[in-house]
């Protein structure tokens, strides 16, 4: 079983003493075929600019 996790996408990172479980490594499979997808239909885009604008508004508030 992965020990870490990448800060990302929250990928399983296996130190070198962990078990190895095949459903784990499907897992990483689809976030990243996941997140290919969104970046090939400008998905990636959109979620961007939609952060931007909630962080420049979250910026009145204080």
Do not use: C, H, Q
Request: avoid cysteine; glycine fraction near 4%.
């Amino acid at each position: 079983m992965a020990s870490n996790k990448t800060p990302n996408l929250s990928l399983d990172i296996w130190a070198e003493m962990d078990y190895f479980k095949r459903a784990e490594l499907n897992a990483n499979f689809g976030k990243l075929d996941e997140v290919l997808t969104d970046v090939s239909s400008n998905k990636i885009g959109d979620l961007s600019e939609k952060k931007i604008t909630m962080n420049v508004d979250s910026l009145g508030k204080i």
